[in-house]
């Protein structure tokens, strides 16, 4: 009788048959990767050939782009603002909207510059008023000295003319007295003292008259030359304070006007017709999107409005192939988005430059071409995808290989040709080349068997050996220079 139980029995077979599937899968999947392998050598053992043909060539170049609208007009923040460098976005039109010109874009705020016009409108009306006043007191000063010389000085001059003939009168008859006392004392009518007595009033009447002379000299001559001065220079400092004042009204209106321009530049408004694309604004180490309650700054693009009418490829050429494209060649242009549909193109522009690279860039030399796109499907929008081939020309009944069957080696290239198991190196000329297929000028011919991947198969065939450039001979003299420590010769 067995110790073992039924259960038990049966849980034992169970476990015995799922290591019996598991082992019998993991020898199929052993048997089939090992299969693989030896199918995979095979492969690398026999390389693939292709035959040389011989039609017509497409004389093309295969280059990729980027879509963008022929007319693309940016619109940018326009607001300068002083009190801040950062201008807050307070509205925007929302994305896509086709737009004309007048209609609203973006909205600004316009805060600082409406505190900002109150301030000067205030001290626009102070200036005013000082204009006023200095143009008052240069007027005032004006008809004084107009005054002076019509009225004032001539009521002064005459006044002093007035005393000079009164002293002259006065002293034409102290001299008659005094010459008649002189006749009366010489008689002894009169006494000597009052002879003197009538002299002293001639000296007087004399003295007199010279200082009558005198003061009408001096306002002659002294005062009305200083009093006019003074009043020239008073005429021109009001003149001066006015112009100054007028020049600081001037200026304090301009900024009003320059300040209520800016408030009118907050509102941001279309210029041409567009769908409207919102930029992005880099700042702060990442984007944003131009959306409200973020911020921005002066000339900065804030709206894009491509024409979609007019849709044109920006692609760049390398420079070994620039000088087989130019300006209204055809082209065939294909976008990923629209499968199936090839657009006609024409080059429209080729830079005469090369396209700047940054210091990590390849060392060739790439070259911008403008490519116009002729009836752009409904749906394109600027920075698609584009795979451009621009039609060169087209030869006819020519012999033409696949590009990888052909190795360079040196100066010179090669293809591989195929005659049963053997294989010979066949040296080759070749013509032009549109990236898939090359024109074999000389070496091949019609119907001949050659190897497809030519670089991958170089060791079925003896290629010649390249010429060793010889190193140039040392001189002599470096030769028996002693090498120091540190590497130079002395």
């Known amino acids: 009788m067995s110790r073992v139980s039924p259960h038990r029995r049966s849980r034992f077979k169970r476990r015995f048959l799922v290591v019996a599937v598991s082992c019998a899968v993991l020898a199929f999947l052993v048997d089939v990767v090992l299969k693989a392998n030896l199918s995979l050598g095979s492969r690398e053992t026999e390389p693939l050939t292709c035959c040389v043909v011989r039609g017509d ?31 807050r976005i307070l509205e925007v039109v929302p994305e896509g909207k086709f737009v004309k010109p007048g209609d ?35 007027e005032a000063i004006t008809r004084a000295r107009d005054a002076y010389l019509t009225e004032e000085f001539k009521l002064a001059e005459e006044q002093a003319k007035l005393v ?9 008859r102290a001299r008659q007295f005094y010459e008649s006392s002189a006749k009366l004392e010489s008689h002894g009518y009169i006494t000597e003292l009052q002879l003197r007595a009538d002299e002293y009033a001639w000296e ?47 200026f304090a209106l301009q900024r009003l006007e320059f300040v209520e321009e800016q408030i009118r530049k907050c509102v941001v408004r279309a210029h041409v017709s567009g769908q409207v694309v919102l930029a992005h604004l880099f700042h702060y180490g990442h984007a944003h999107m131009i959306e409200p309650g973020e911020v921005t700054l002066e000339k900065r693009v804030l709206v894009r409005l491509p024409d979609f009418r ?17 300006p209204g060649l055809t082209a065939s242009v294909r976008l990923p988005a629209f499968p199936g549909v090839v657009l006609r193109g024409r080059v429209a522009k080729i830079n005469e430059y090369p396209e700047s690279e940054n210091w990590m860039g390849s060392a060739v030399k790439r070259y911008k071409a403008v490519l116009a796109i002729e009836a752009p499907p409904s749906g394109t929008r600027p920075g698609m995808t584009a795979d451009v081939v621009v039609h060169l020309n087209r030869l006819v009944n020519r012999i033409q290989v696949p590009c990888p069957a052909v190795i360079h080696h040196g100066d010179r290239d090669y293809c591989i040709g195929c005659k049963g198991d053997r294989f010979e190196l066949r040296e080759v000329s070749l013509g032009p080349t549109n990236g898939m297929k090359v024109v074999i ?11 497809l991947s030519a670089a991958g198969h170089r060791d079925v065939v003896e290629f010649p050996e390249l010429k060793r450039r010889t190193p140039p001979p040392r001189s002599l003299t470096a030769s028996i220079l ?9």
């Open 104 to 138: 609203f874009l973006v909205r600004l705020d316009s805060s600082g510059l409406e505190a900002e016009r109150d301030r000067q409108k205030i001290a626009c009306q102070q200036l005013e008023a000082a204009v006023i006043q200095a143009r008052s007191k240069l």
């Open 441 to 451: 000028s000389e070496g091949l011919k019609e119907g001949e068997e050659v190897v």
């Open 482 to 490: 002693p090498v120091g420590r540190d590497g130079t010769r002395h």
């Open 164 to 172: 000079v003939m009164v002293a002259e009168d006065a002293e034409r």
């Open 310 to 326: 007019r849709m044109q490829v920006a692609a760049t050429i390398e420079e070994d192939k620039i000088a087989l494209v130019h």
């Open 204 to 250: 007087a009447a004399k003295t007199a008259l010279a200082m009558a002379r005198a003061k009408l000299a001096v306002l002659e001559r002294f005062t009305k030359v200083v009093r006019m001065t003074q009043l020239n220079t008073a005429v021109i400092s009001a003149k001066a304070r006015l112009t100054a004042v007028e020049c600081s009204q001037k």
């Open 57 to 87: 060539f497409a004389h093309d170049v295969s280059v990729q782009g980027e879509v963008e609208s022929a007319v693309n007009a940016e619109v940018r923040c326009e607001v300068h603002s002083e009190s801040s460098d950062w201008i």
